[in-house]
């Protein structure tokens, strides 16, 4: 079932989305995916070459996984879930349309329901020119890559026991969707976070710092205390981490509200940031204050 549907040889390492991350998750140098316990029923899969995570969740019905990694490395996921003796991949959600979150769903296709936002298949049918992230075109993909299921708002999926909540929630990208397992207290946020480190939002395509704070602050009420949240790269977080971001998007985007309204320019804005902005963000300052400063029209 791993065999390869389409041949495409597209480089999708959005690397920058790495760059903000003030502490990565280590790998070593020989690795090409490591793999790492959750909870029971839950798998994550961690690769390098800037690629995201995939989570897997297996149970009686079979396997549902979020999020398929970059296209260099899908060989490599093929064999990471052969290694785990999966052979029935039944659902593949993406969290965002960024490619390489879904440079594998062309090996699911064939026999897996592909989920996603009705903006992500939109984004993945036409080329895709971003500047702010990186400068860089993406061409369109395949329709082996497209989700076949779409949703505008939410939709549910009830599988393995559990009601599986995917939801919406466009802050880095207008195609961002966060997977919630409510029985489970476990939730996949895509490139909407990171723990440890900052993500800027794609403003190339719809992307807005200020829309990922009401969105993270939207999720953060509705998870639970106990809630393991696996971001799109790097190690799982916790409920309080997710609200320390969140607290440190506010105090960036209203220092920028603020210096905007006062008729400053970026420079000056990120030129006079005060200590409490810049020693939450550390060496992303500048970046995240240009990101929020972009956002500006999202208000």
């Known amino acids: 079932m791993f065999a390869r549907n389409v041949s495409h040889g597209v480089w999708?390492?959005?690397?920058?989305?790495?760059?903000?991350?003030?502490?990565?998750?280590?790998?070593?140098?020989?690795?090409?995916?490591?793999?790492g316990e959750l909870q029971a029923g839950?798998?994550?899969?961690?690769?390098?070459?800037?690629?995201?995570?995939?989570i897997v969740f297996r149970g009686e019905d079979g396997t549902f996984l979020v999020d398929t990694m970059a296209d260099s490395v899908s060989s490599d996921l093929a064999r990471a879930l052969d290694g785990l003796g999966v052979d029935d991949v039944r659902y593949v959600a993406n969290t965002h349309w960024h490619q390489n979150h879904l440079g594998g769903n062309d090996r699911f296709s064939d026999s897996a329901v592909i989920l996603g936002s009705e903006a992500l298949r939109t984004r993945l049918q036409s080329e895709q020119r971003l500047e702010f992230l990186v400068d860089q075109t993406f061409p369109a993909l395949p329709e082996a890559f497209w989700p076949t299921v779409t949703f505008d708002d939410a939709v549910s999926v009830h599988f393995n026991g559990e009601a599986i909540e995917i939801l919406h929630l466009p802050g880095h990208t207008d195609s961002d969707a966060v997977v919630v397992w409510p029985r489970s207290a476990v939730a996949a946020t895509g490139d909407l976070w990171t723990p440890g480190g900052w993500i800027a939002p794609d403003i190339d395509t719809g992307g807005s710092l200020v829309r990922v704070e009401a969105v993270l602050r939207e999720l953060a009420a509705r998870l639970p205390p106990e809630v393991k949240i696996v971001p799109g790269h790097g190690r799982p977080g916790t409920l309080e981490e997710l609200r320390d971001y969140v607290e440190g998007l506010r105090l960036t985007n209203e220092y920028v509200?603020?210096?905007t309204d006062a008729g400053r320019d970026l420079s000056q804005i990120?030129?006079?940031?005060?200590?409490?902005v810049a020693d939450r963000l550390g060496p992303s300052t500048a970046r995240l204050l240009e990101a929020s400063y972009g956002s500006s029209s999202s208000r």
């Not at 070459?49 to 995939?54: A, L, P, V």
Request: proline residues 6%; charged residues 20%; without cysteine.
């Open 270 to 276: 990120i030129d006079e940031v005060p200590g409490e």
């Open 257 to 259: 509200r603020v210096a």
């Open 42 to 54: 839950f798998t994550v899969l961690y690769a390098n070459e800037g690629s995201g995570n995939t």
């Open 12 to 35: 999708i390492g959005l690397t920058a989305l790495l760059a903000l991350s003030a502490h990565p998750t280590p790998l070593e140098a020989q690795e090409r995916i490591r793999v």
